[in-house]
Structures are given as C-alpha cells and as structure tokens.
C-alpha cells in the first residue's frame, strides 16, 4: 500500500540537528508526531516515499549497531540510499578536513549524518564545522556533547508509556559500573538537558568524579527554570530511584580521564556496586520503566532480572530510533 503522505510542514528543510538545544519544544513535538505517524505507517506497511531518490552520507568515527541501522533502513524505507563512510577507511584518516567532507559530499546528496562521540571536545566541534560549509542539513549521530537522535527516541517512548503530559512525573538518570570500555557521556548529558523540557521532575545520580560537562548542567538547569521542574543532583542510585516513573541507569566515562584509559577503567572499578538491581527497582513507582540506550554492560550495569524484567522498556526504545531517525530525515532532507 502506498500513501502520498503530506509532510507536516517545510519549515525544517535544511535545517540541522546538532543538539536538541538548537530546536524548539514546537519543532521537537513537529518530530516526535511525525514519528508517531510513521511508526504507525511502517506497522500498517503503508510505503512512505518522503525522500526518492535521495542520498545521506552517514560518517562513522565510532562502532555502532542501532544508530547505524535504523538510518540506513530508515532512508530505504522513505525511497532513498544510504552510504556509510568508515573515518577509518576513508580519506578523513589521511587528515582530510571536515570542510571539505562539508562541501563535496554536500555537491553529492541531500544530507550529512556524523557520529563522532568518543574525544570530549571534538565530535560537536567537528560537526558544527561541517554544517558551516554544507549546504545540505548536518544530523549528530551521537557526539561528545549530545547524542539527540537518542534522546529523541527515549521520549517518544516515555510518552508512549505515559502520554504526552509529563508534568509531575520523575526521571532518574543514574550512573552505573561497567567494564566493558569508557562509554561516551552524551546520552546522559542529552537526557538531562531534553528531559528538563518535558514537565517531568529530573534526578542525575553519579559518584564524585562522574559529573557531567559544566556547560551542559548550565543548559539542564536554564531548562528545569524556565519549565518550572526540579532538577537535583544526588551521589547514590537508591535515592534518585525513589519514586521514579522512569530510570535510566548506564555508565559514562570520567571527563578528566578521557584521554587515559586504564586510569579511567580503575576508577570505575571503585562503583562496581552501582549497578541496577530489583532491589533498587522496588523504590520507584509500581508503573515505572526501566531504559538503556544499549548496548548494556549485563551482569554490571544492571542485572539480567531487571533489562529482561517487566518493567524494561529497551526494545520498544531500541525500535523507536527506526522511527524517529526517519521523521528526522523526512523533515530536515
Ligand atoms: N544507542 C545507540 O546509539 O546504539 P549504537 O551505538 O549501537 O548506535
């Protein structure tokens, strides 16, 4: 079945999506609706050729499962192509610029995706320096700062727990131990500073050294204000799961470690007891949701009884990326 669906509005053409900062609560619920619209699309199989014919270039300086595949899947399904481009095969490991991937992939598509998270100080800065020289809209695949494509499909799923009014609800974002390696702390910073918008209350728990980029808790807090929610910091999971309708356990790296792994991975060995247990869950609220952007440390960041239990939401999260990935694309390409 094919349906000439009508965008629902232009006024995104060409527009960037670099941090959830840079647009609207209006223009963020335009998204999060046509996401909605084309979840619903995709699971009827109604064909939804929004993009025909057109190119994103995806440039990966980082591993992915979710991001990559839901933009690539998601592009076909709006009647366009993807192409992925390795940071490690292709010229950018020779040094070229990010000007010149800017102008000339720019002559070439519709549309520049990047992810570039795993250097504090680099992927947003690298970004903001492609979109300066391409004239096709530049989307943040994840960076160091924000990882809003993320963020976006986490609330499409809170409402779709608890509708779209948030107000009086609580998130907890939690950090939790992991082993596995020292995972980038956009998805925190971008909860923080997307879920201060939403009406819902918002508790960041983290030990000393894990605390989030200044300017980031600058922009959560002006949000918490001007939304009129409460925005705290506590140092321990079990007070920040108190009557949580919603959690977010998952490790960050330590900011001052960045550039020192073994250092980093010593340090997290000193919360190995931050992980997301049922006992922790039995604080929130009898409804609440567990979420993780994946992948997840089993075993550390949380059990398996909880990431595989009734309150867990990851999948329907997961699948969400597909949607909302799309409804970017369509609106911005
Ligand atoms: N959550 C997320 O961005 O997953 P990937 O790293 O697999 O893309």
């Keep these: 079945m094919t349906e000439a669906v009508e965008l629902p509005t232009q006024d995104l053409k060409g527009r960037d999506w670099l941090t959830t900062e840079d647009w609207s609560d209006a223009e963020i619920d335009t998204a999060l609706d046509l996401a909605a619209t084309l979840k619903a699309q995709f699971k009827a199989g109604v064909t939804t050729l929004h993009l025909p014919h057109k190119t994103a270039f995806l440039i990966f300086f980082d591993k992915s499962t979710r991001t990559r595949n839901s933009f690539e899947a998601g592009i076909t399904q709006l009647g366009g192509h993807a192409h992925f481009i390795d940071s490690e095969t292709s010229q950018i490991a020779h040094g070229e610029s990010a000007k010149d991937m800017g102008i000339i992939l720019s002559s070439y598509g519709h549309g520049i995706a990047i992810r570039h998270d795993l250097v504090p100080g680099e992927g947003q800065a690298y970004m903001r320096e492609v979109a300066k020289w391409a004239e096709v809209p530049v989307i943040n695949m994840q960076c160091d700062v924000d990882h809003p494509c993320q963020t976006l499909a986490d609330l499409m799923t809170i409402r779709e727990e608890f509708g779209p009014n948030l107000r009086g609800r609580k998130v907890a ?117 567990y979420m993780h952007c994946l992948p997840a440390d089993r075993g550390y960041e949380v059990t398996d009884a909880v990431i595989d239990g009734p309150h867990s939401r990851i999948y329907p999260e997961a699948e969400n990326r597909l949607h909302t990935a799309k409804a970017l694309m369509a609106l911005t390409m």
């Design 173 to 289: 974002v939690s950090w939790a131990y992991a082993p596995s390696y020292m995972k980038p702390m956009s998805v925190p910073q971008g909860l923080l500073m997307l879920m201060s918008r939403c009406g819902m209350d918002v508790v960041l728990a983290h030990p000393p050294e894990y605390g989030l980029m200044p300017e980031v808790m600058e922009k959560a807090v002006a949000n918490a204000h001007k939304h009129d929610v409460k925005l705290e910091v506590v140092d321990n999971m079990a007070e920040a799961f108190e009557d949580a309708d919603v959690v977010y356990p998952k490790s960050w790296g330590c900011l001052d470690l960045f550039h020192d792994p073994d250092e980093a991975m010593h340090l997290a060995a000193r919360y190995k007891d931050w992980t997301c247990t049922g006992e922790l869950m039995k604080l929130t609220k009898k409804d609440s949701i």
